[in-house]
Every structure is written in C-alpha cells, then in structure tokens.
Antibody
Framework: QVQLVQSGAEVKKPGSSVKVSCTAS????????VNWVRQAPGLGLEWMGR????????YYAQRFQGRVTFTADKSTSTAYMELTSLTSEDTAIYFC??????WGQGSLVTVSS | DIQMTQSPSSLSASVGDRVTITCRAS??????LGWFQQKPGKAPKRLIY???SLQSGVPSRFSGTGSGTEFTLTISSLQSEDFATYYC?????????FGQGTTVEIK
C-alpha cells in the first residue's frame, strides 16, 4: 500500500520561497495524479492543483498561477510543490494526495518576519 | 469556478443521533463528488466516492446520496469517533472545489 511521506515544517520570511516534497513509499505514483491541498490555520481545505508525474503535466488553480510550480522525480517517486513570493496568508499545512485516498501527513509552512 | 455550498457549517449532536450534511453545487457535477472526514491535526480521509459509494473499510453508518447539484452525507447513528469536520469535494471540473466544511460537535 502506498504511503506518502512529506518533508518537515518550514519557517520562511515574507517574499521568500518554499519547496515541499512528497515521497511515495511502498509503491509509486504510477500514472496517477498527485494533488496538492492546503489548509490555513482554523480554515477549510483548498485545492491548489495537480501533477501527473509520469507525464509531467500540471494544472494550477488560478489563484496560485504564477507563484506555484509542481514537479516530480519519477526515479525517486517524489513530487514537489514550490510556492514563491510568500506572504503571511500562505501560512498553512500543505498536503499531497494521490487518488484522494492516499494522503501525506502534511507539511506546516509558517511565513513570518 | 464551481461553488460548493455546504450546510450547516456546524452542528451539535449526541451519540446515536442521525446526522445529515448537505452540499449544493453551483452547476451540474453529475456524481463526481466525494465526502471527507478530517480530525484535528490529521489529513482528510475519504468516506464516500462517486457521491454514493462507500470507501472500503468505512463503517456502513455513513452513506451518500445525490447527483447533479444536490448531495447529502448521512451518518445513521453517530458514534464518538465521528466527531470531526466533514468536507465535500467536486472533481467534475477544474479547479476542484471543496465545501466550506461542517464541524460535528458533541452536544
């Protein structure tokens, strides 16, 4: 059974960038999409977009376009989410999810001066 | 974007109660909707897929109905482990969109 393991918590300065990783252990992404979802403190879930690692194709929700990049390394079954020009509003837990049934544990990103 | 209007935003209920949560889509999404349960500090867990199919391993007290624009999640007899926040998600049209969430609290 696939398990998704994400990178650890990060503290970033406003204006900087963060890159979160999501590694599939016990399996691979195969041809499935990896979705990225974030959750600001005390708020609901927000879908950011997806990447299909085997093809490298991506879709970004419009509100993140120009600031977010999804990539994947098929050799290590790792997907990445990079978010630039960070503001305090980007403080959130970032989740990766495959098939909507397999979720990472979440990566807390805190943006603070 | 498709708007998912979820109601109520919160509810208080007792163990054994029947609970119903509703999601309304701003346009037809066929049956391309899932229901998720999230507990504090944890990742969401899908309970229902394709609007009415029970995910493997999920107790049968959970059920989903609906298609088109109106969907419901029902918990037939609330158990203590069901106190959590529930979200619907439409994946018919990009961008996918979640409902605002329903927090089920102990009365």
């Amino acid at each position: 059974q696939v398990q998704l393991v994400q990178s650890g918590a990060e503290v970033k300065k406003p204006g900087s960038s963060v890159k979160v990783s999501c590694t599939a252990s016990g399996g691979t992404f195969n041809s499935y999409a990896v979705n990225w979802v974030r959750q600001a403190p005390g708020l609901g879930l927000e879908w950011m977009g997806r990447i299909i690692p085997i093809f490298g194709t991506t879709y970004y929700a419009q509100r993140f376009q120009g600031r977010v990049t999804f990539t994947a390394d098929k050799s290590t079954s790792t997907a990445y989410m990079e978010l630039t020009s960070l503001t305090s509003e980007d403080t959130a837990i970032y989740f990766c999810a495959c098939l909507l049934d397999y979720w990472g544990q979440g990566s807390l990103v805190t943006v603070s001066s | 974007d498709i708007q998912m209007t979820q109601s109520p935003s919160s509810l208080s209920a007792s163990v054994g109660d029947r609970v119903t949560i509703t999601c309304r889509a701003s346009q037809d999404i066929r049956n391309e909707l899932g229901w998720f349960q999230q507990k504090p500090g944890k990742a969401p867990k899908r309970l229902i897929y394709a609007a009415s199919s029970l995910q493997s391993g999920v107790p049968s007290r959970f059920s989903g109905t609906g298609s088109g624009t109106e969907f419901t999640l029902t918990i037939s007899s609330l158990q203590s482990e069901d106190f959590a926040t529930y979200y619907c998600l439409q994946h018919n049209t990009d961008p996918w969109t979640f409902g605002q969430g329903t927090t089920v609290e102990i009365k």
